[in-house]
């Protein structure tokens, strides 16, 4: 029951968010194994997964809605996993007047950040100030105390290997709409978030609320791969077989 909520909520987010004609391939490139992030939330950190699932289902943060409407969203999330609650600032970042290259820039200082390991000379104040939300006690970080903490390269490319794709979006002239251009703008913030956070134990947690969105976020890009691949290949046909004027 629960893989099956997980995963409605995302197909049907991405369903509705893509607006593809192409819509039947798409959802098959949904659960390619490279959206890794669904693997996790379906068969290890269910509480988790149910509470992305009731982001997807909002449509959150691809719909516009009032700032009331979206923390009533991550409020009724938190229900399933407090780890919500740290998107709550967030929300508020997405409500200000701040350009889309702001949200960038803030993701490539906090990848910059992440590389150098910076997040690790500041692990006691930021463990102090992650108590103080009431978000974890001392308690679990004690008993933490052996996770895996600090840089790790597979983390670092799979955060930046959708931006990449961002760039090639923005080259290939792929119109984005608002509610996609909000997506970027939410995973630049939370990646750049889980990052700075990455001397706490189950930051990679945090992670997992920008890659859920991952397949929202590159559905223009796939639906334009389709689409040459499917629709070009016709034109040429079209264009062979038409009659040559003598």
């Known amino acids: 029951v629960s893989s099956?909520?997980?995963?409605?909520?995302?197909?049907?987010?991405?369903?509705?968010?893509?607006?593809?004609?192409?819509?039947g391939l798409l959802v098959i490139l949904f659960f390619f194994p490279i959206f890794f992030a669904y693997d996790a939330l379906i068969n290890n950190v269910l509480r988790q997964g149910f509470a992305i699932a009731i982001l997807l289902l909002a449509n959150f943060p691809y719909k516009e809605r009032s700032l009331f409407g979206d923390i009533s969203i991550i409020i009724l999330a938190s229900l399933f996993h407090s780890s919500v609650v740290i998107i709550l600032p967030i929300v508020v970042f997405l409500h200000c007047s701040f350009k889309h290259a702001m949200y960038l820039i803030l993701f490539i200082v906090s990848f910059v950040l992440y590389i150098l390991d910076i997040p690790m000379y500041f692990k006691d104040i930021t463990t102090d100030i992650i108590i103080l939300t009431g978000v974890i006690d001392s308690s679990f970080?004690?008993?933490?105390?052996?996770?895996?903490?600090?840089?790790?390269?597979?983390?670092?490319?799979a955060l930046v290997f959708p931006v990449i794709f961002y760039f090639f979006m923005f080259r290939g002239k792929i119109t984005l709409d608002q509610g996609v251009i909000r997506l970027w703008n939410y995973y630049f913030i939370i990646s750049g978030i889980a990052m700075l956070?990455?001397?706490?134990?189950?930051?990679?947690?945090?992670?997992?609320?920008?890659?859920?969105?991952?397949?929202?976020?590159?559905?223009?890009?796939?639906?334009?791969?389709?689409?040459?691949?499917?629709?070009?290949p016709r034109k040429h046909q079209?264009?062979?077989?038409?009659?040559?004027?003598?």
């Open 141 to 157: 970080v004690s008993r933490s105390i052996n996770y895996n903490v600090g840089f790790n390269i597979f983390k670092a490319i």
């Open 197 to 232: 956070l990455s001397s706490m134990p189950y930051h990679d947690r945090v992670m997992l609320y920008a890659w859920a969105f991952l397949p929202l976020l590159l559905a223009p890009f796939l639906d334009q791969i389709i689409h040459f691949l499917l629709v070009h």
């Open 238 to 246: 079209a264009a062979t077989n038409s009659p040559v004027d003598e």
């Open 4 to 23: 099956f909520f997980i995963s409605f909520s995302a197909a049907r987010a991405f369903i509705e968010i893509s607006n593809s004609k192409n819509i």
